[in-house]
């Protein structure tokens, strides 16, 4: 792997033909660092936002000890990359034969679940192990985030109480977790979902052990400027210690966004100007599935030597696939004299952008280099500010 500077200086050198994927090191190891020392428990990475083994070493490396895992090729992957981490099978559904491997082959002792069957099923295919720890899903509002993950998982609240007291009955620890969605804008949808937790072990009288926030933690994005994540987190303490726990609880919580966001950005090409749409290299089949799905905006910039005196024009995307649903809405907001054959750096696709892509079309990712620069946002470290000022374009 090539490593440069800037995404500027590899564009002007090497004038790719496919796109390129840049990394990170240093702002991935910031943001495990950040988690490490200020959330005021414990961080469970979720894989499924980028699962690069290379990034699951760096996280190991960088005080992760614990991943939150949703699959059997998940659990090996961490297991090849992290050999001595904590697993933790947070799918709330999983297939009895994949729980069977992850409890008996790879040391998986943390399971979710959020009904009675899934329980049962647990308990089956673990043989009725007694080192268990079970954490039950509530169902939770994610009206404060910009991706709802409210209506496939979590317990009915009319179901809590008799699922908390039969998990009780066959678990070492007892978990209670939950997910308020991806992309949580304010400190409040923590605090409003552990109201829930509240109300749950009022209800159940049981004895929880572990209370796991789940993931929703933000990044920066056009349009998505969210608090300092210090205040997500002397919230959730807050909360937290007012909870009727066991004594030796601990607080657990598992970001995937936030951790990986600012580890990856993508160099595309123009290849055809059309009024106020780009074609480019890369697309909806690729790293920009979110773009082009759920309308996610992500940070841009035109890499030119010569910097542009144009004004800024709002532009959209085409991919380089053959589907018109290879579009990308924006708005993207670059110089109004970009041209075909210019490129162009789209940010913060550490989260989703690699884990989402496919070879559709034949089209697929070109090399991946290391830059030493700046992310093109950041939440961590006295420039975030600064950071945030020079690089994201607001409309």
């Known amino acids: 792997m090539h490593k440069h500077h800037s995404a500027l200086g590899l564009a002007t050198a090497l004038r790719p033909v496919q796109p390129?994927?840049?990394?990170?090191?240093?702002?991935?190891?910031?943001?495990?660092?950040?988690?490490?020392?200020?959330?005021?428990?414990?961080?469970?990475?979720?894989?499924?936002?980028?699962?690069?083994?290379?990034?699951?070493?760096?996280?190991?490396?960088?005080?992760?000890?614990h991943f939150d895992v949703a699959s059997l090729a998940e659990v090996k992957l961490v297991r090849e990359n992290a050999p001595d981490a904590t697993l933790c099978f947070m799918h709330p559904v999983k297939a009895e034969?994949?729980?069977?491997?992850?409890?008996?082959?790879?040391?998986?002792?943390?399971?979710?679940l959020d009904s009675m069957d899934e329980l049962d099923k647990i308990v089956r295919a673990t043989d009725g192990a007694t080192d268990l720890t079970l954490?039950?899903?509530?169902?939770?509002s994610s009206e404060h985030s910009k991706l709802s993950l409210a209506?496939?998982?979590?317990?009915?609240?009319?179901?809590?109480?008799?699922?908390?007291?039969?998990?009780?009955?066959?678990?070492?620890?007892l978990g209670i977790c939950f997910h308020v969605g991806s992309q949580a804008m304010t400190p409040s949808a923590y605090v409003e979902a552990l109201e829930r937790v509240r109300a749950a072990i009022v209800s159940s009288?049981?004895?929880?052990?572990?209370?796991?926030?789940?993931?929703?933690?933000?990044?920066?994005?056009?349009?998505?400027?969210?608090?300092a994540l210090e205040a997500y987190f002397d919230a959730i303490a807050r909360a937290y210690e007012s909870?009727?726990?066991?004594?030796?609880?601990?607080?657990?919580?598992?970001?995937?966004?936030?951790?990986?966001?600012?580890?990856?950005?993508?160099?595309?090409?123009?290849?055809?100007?059309?009024?106020?749409?780009?074609?480019?290299?890369?697309g909806a089949y690729g790293a920009l599935f979110d773009a082009a799905h759920v309308g996610w905006r992500f940070p841009v910039a035109l890499l030119r030597e010569e910097a542009s005196d144009t004004r800024n024009m709002a532009f959209s995307f085409y991919?380089?696939?053959?589907?018109d649903m290879d579009h990308m809405a924006g708005p993207f907001l670059l110089p109004a004299d970009i041209q075909a054959g210019d490129y162009i750096e789209i940010g913060m696709l550490g989260a989703y952008g690699c884990a989402m892509r496919t070879g559709f079309n034949g089209f697929t990712n070109g090399a991946t280099h290391e830059v030493s620069d700046a992310p093109m946002a950041t939440l961590y470290g006295e420039d975030a500010d600064e950071a945030l000022s020079a690089r994201v374009v607001k409309l």
């Open 319 to 323: 991919g380089p696939t053959c589907d």
């Open 135 to 140: 954490c039950v899903r509530l169902r939770v």
């Open 151 to 173: 209506s496939k998982f979590g317990a009915d609240p009319s179901e809590v109480r008799e699922l908390l007291i039969a998990t009780r009955q066959v678990a070492d620890a």
């Open 243 to 282: 909870l009727p726990v066991s004594y030796s609880s601990e607080l657990w919580c598992e970001p995937g966004r936030a951790l990986c966001a600012e580890y990856s950005s993508l160099i595309v090409r123009v290849e055809k100007r059309r009024g106020d749409e780009l074609y480019i290299n890369d």
């Open 97 to 112: 034969e994949a729980i069977r491997e992850a409890y008996a082959d790879h040391g998986v002792r943390t399971f979710s």
């Open 20 to 65: 390129v994927t840049l990394i990170r090191p240093h702002a991935a190891q910031r943001a495990a660092r950040f988690f490490g020392e200020k959330f005021p428990g414990k961080s469970l990475y979720a894989v499924k936002a980028n699962p690069s083994p290379e990034l699951i070493a760096l996280l190991w490396d960088s005080g992760i000890t």
């Open 205 to 227: 009288g049981v004895t929880v052990d572990v209370i796991d926030v789940g993931g929703g933690f933000p990044s920066v994005y056009p349009g998505m400027e969210p608090p």
